[in-house]
């Protein structure tokens, strides 16, 4: 027994220090690293991607501070991968239930063939609704006030409809079309009581 503690003691010692950096995802994973050495796993090591899930467990790490740190440092949950999905399923605790679904669905190849591939009708038809599906824009000449030569100059502005001109910044629309502001102001005002009708 006094040998095996001072092995763990001796491969602890040969372990490479852990930057603060990586002492605080330690920290943000709820696992003090020292009950990683107490167990003669290297933290550094862990760190460095060096253990999977798998080994973690066997190593004496409960199956909760394994999970948070799989999940912390991207741990693969095994190195030991033939390809056998049910096997990994097997090895793989905590799957959810749509991942369970997944692994019984795709247990043999016919998962990955293209059967049914094509199979989708696509409609084609290109037919116009009898209704538009929204009102026309009110053109910004059914404002009062708006001539066709103002209405020319608004559409410069990008103001092509009495909504739009019921809605912009005066004194924007006003400097830059210059304009008076207070023509605008008055434009906009109209332009609201056409548009709430």
Same mark, same amino acid.
């Given at each position: 027994?006094?040998?095996?503690t001072?092995?763990?003691?001796t491969?602890?010692e +040969?372990?490479? /220090?852990?930057e603060?950096?990586?002492r605080?995802r330690?920290?943000? $994973?709820? %696992?003090? =690293?020292?009950?990683? @050495? ?7 090591? %862990?760190?460095?991607k !060096?253990?999977?899930?798998? *080994?973690l467990?066997?190593?004496g790490?409960?199956e909760d501070d394994?999970?948070a ?5 991207s ?15 097997e090895?793989?605790?905590g799957l ?5 679904a997944?692994?019984?669905a795709?247990?043999? !190849?016919?998962? *990955? ?5 094509? @199979? ?7 037919d116009? /609704? $009898? ?5 026309r =824009?009110?053109?910004?000449t059914?404002?009062t ?9 608004l +559409?410069?502005?990008?103001v092509?409809? +009495?909504?739009?001109?019921?809605t912009?910044?005066?004194? !924007?629309? $006003?400097?830059?079309?210059d304009l008076d %502001?207070?023509?605008?102001r ?8 056409? %548009?709430?009708?």
């Open positions: 027994m006094a040998h095996e001072d092995a763990a003691k491969a602890i +040969a372990v490479r /220090p852990l603060p950096d990586e605080g330690f920290v943000d $994973a709820g %696992v003090d =690293p020292s009950r990683l @050495e107490s167990t003669g796993i290297d933290p550094a090591g %862990v760190v460095e !060096e253990y999977s899930y798998r *080994q467990v066997d190593g790490l409960s394994a999970g740190l799989r999940r912390t440092f741990l693969p949950w095994s190195f030991e991968t033939d390809g056998n999905l049910d096997d990994r399923s090895a793989v605790s959810g239930d749509d991942e369970r997944w692994v019984a795709s247990a043999d !190849e016919s998962w *990955q063939g293209f059967d049914g591939a094509g @199979e989708r009708s696509i409609p084609t038809t290109t116009r /609704p $009898a209704e538009r599906p929204y009102p =824009p009110t053109p910004v059914a404002v006030g708006v001539s066709e030569a103002n209405a020319d100059r +559409a410069d502005a990008g092509v409809s +009495a909504e739009r001109l019921a912009i910044h005066a004194g !924007e629309v $006003a400097s830059a079309l %502001v207070l023509h605008v008055t434009w906009r005002h109209n332009a609201r009581e056409l %548009v709430r009708r």
